[in-house]
């Protein structure tokens, strides 16, 4: 079986400089089961409120996720309000709300429970590992998080972080969540926690993949037009981990490959609003920008005298 997903479905409220949208289909399990599924069986594990309507279920079923694992209990669907400036790079919260998600006991379905590949998305580091618990043998687990949960369960989270094999986690967070405002010092620190592998994304920047002894460097892939960021680091972390389950290449340079694969995910994802890039995208303009992303840093070895 392919990749069992954690983390959160939720009703988004965001303003950028472009536009509007209020209550639109967000969360990080949405973004990165619709992203991993480009490339991967995805099985989801997830709450939502009676609010949330029928249609954004379909919309998931549409793309072959598995949402056996998707509960609905009493309440409201967890709701997250952002904002960003003319730097899109950093998302400003203004208001959360979990909502059903502190009421939410993760029971993963049999079927889930032999997952070979494990994200554990954005969500209540206490979540992340009651699910990290269920599952057997996986053959590689990744966990994402944010500053909400950085400051309010900071010793969940290390607990997470020492049972991972990759974290992926955003560039602001890496500083925040050690202290250090170096990013090669903060990254140090991370993997001294104990995960071996470590991915920090910088919005437009691009990413940096630390190990003990390398790093490697992927950039973004330039655009003209950049409306919504939101999602921008999950709909990466679906790529990244679609791509590893499918081929199961776990070298080196098949970790790259995947690096690059969760770029052209991303950098589909902010060309417009909530998931609505992801809802039109087709695999052959995959393949054609991660080709023009292999030109892009393509270049000359040194001539040897
Ligand atoms: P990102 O890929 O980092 O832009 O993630 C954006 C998604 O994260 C949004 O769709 C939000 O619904 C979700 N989100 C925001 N805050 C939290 C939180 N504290 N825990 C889990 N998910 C969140």
Redesign the pocket.
Known sequence: MGIVVVG?V?F?TIETPFGRGENVL???AT?FSTSASFFSDVSLVAVVGEDFPDEHVQFLQSRDIDVKGLSRIPGKTFH?TGKYGYDLNE?Q?LD?QLNVLMEFRPNLPESYRDAEYLFLA??DPELQMEVLEQVRKPRLVACDT?N??ISSKPEALKRVLQKVDIVVINEAEARQFTGEVNLIKAARGIIALGCRRLVIKRGEYGVLMFTADSVFAAPAYPLEEVFD??????TFAGGFMGYLANTGDLSEDGIRQAIVFGSVMASFNVEDFSLNRMKRLEYKEIEARYKSFKSLTNFRDIAMP
């Open positions: 959160t939720a988004d967000g969360g990080s973004y997250w998302a919260t959360t954005n969500i944010m909400f949960w960021p939101t999602g921008a680091g999950d």
